[in-house]
């Protein structure tokens, strides 16, 4: 007997990572969507709009018996963080929430761990204070927040808050890419301010992995999804270098204030652990090696 599984968002850096393992997986029989469609490995991707949905299931041959919800505005260039972004998030979420009303689905939901304020002197767990910094991430909560009063009526979910995902095929540039590419070309590394920021880098791979135990175990509650190790943007700079082989690139610091200077972000992933034996794999030098053997 197969389970019927929906992913929303499943042409974007998370969605295609998760897609390769759930294809795979014969008790599983998996329907896609995303804003422009497509394919993936001979799977037809449907396009649907989930800002202006009405009814999820719609058309797609419903019920599911689970959602991985991955869909997601994300401030860029075209558009700004705004009032709209956020709206238009909340709306997707709702519709998946909606739709776990009509059928019971389960819900994976990809949060984000920037919900909270930052503490330099501790890792933060799931019960430490949260202050939104942006729309983008009031949009996260607002989601957690409806997953969280839907459960009054029975519907389960598992909100993932992740850390920063790093990993190939990513579209959107990050200071992972921009050391790589610089690396790569035997450029010098520029970091700004003292280099002392500090973040925590989780490959792909161990997202997937999460959401996957997540879902096997029906787990339910907020989960920190990171590697629980916090490094520096020095530090990164020089686990870059090392990753490219043959690199003659310098590091030095730009002269250029970090806008977040003194930033500390780490997370306790222990709750995860505890909850569905969540377990980073992958090390920040290894999936460095991976990155740049793929790029």
Request: net charge neutral; aromatic share 6%; with cysteine.
């Amino acid at each position: 007997m197969t389970t019927r599984v929906l992913v929303t968002g499943a042409t974007g850096l998370l969605g295609k990572a998760l897609m390769r393992v759930l294809v795979k997986r014969s008790d599983l029989q998996v329907t896609a969507v995303s804003r422009q469609g497509g394919k993936f490995d001979g799977l037809r991707i449907e396009a649907l709009d989930l800002e202006r949905c009405e009814n999820l299931f719609g058309g797609l041959n419903a019920p599911y018996a689970a959602i991985f919800h991955l869909a997601a505005a994300i401030p860029d260039a075209g558009r700004p963080d705004s009032e709209d972004l956020r709206a238009a998030n909340i709306a997707m979420t709702r519709a998946v929430v909606e739709a776990g009303r009509r059928s019971g689905a389960y819900t994976i939901y990809a949060s984000s761990a920037y919900l909270y304020a930052p503490d330099p002197r501790r890792s933060l767990d799931e019960e430490a204070p949260v202050a939104p910094p942006t729309r983008y991430h009031e949009s996260k909560y607002e989601g957690e927040r409806l997953l969280t009063g839907a459960a009054a009526e029975g519907i389960r979910s598992a909100s993932l808050r992740i850390a920063a995902p790093y990993g190939a095929h990513s579209a959107r540039p990050n200071v992972i890419q921009i050391f790589m590419d610089r690396a790569k070309r035997s450029q010098d590394l520029m970091v700004h301010g003292t280099g002392q920021r500090s973040q925590d880098f989780v490959h792909i791979d161990d997202v997937v992995a999460a959401m996957i135990a997540a879902f096997d175990s029906r787990a339910e509650g907020v989960f920190n999804i990171a590697s629980g190790i916090s490094t520096s943007m020095w530090e990164l700079a020089h686990l870059v270098r090392e990753a490219v082989p043959g690199s003659r690139a310098g590091i030095r610091l730009s002269g250029e204030p970090d806008s977040q200077e003194g930033i500390r972000w780490a997370f306790d992933i222990g709750r995860a652990h505890r909850t569905f034996r969540y377990e980073p794999s992958v090390s920040l030098p290894e999936g460095l090696r991976r990155l740049a053997e793929a790029l």
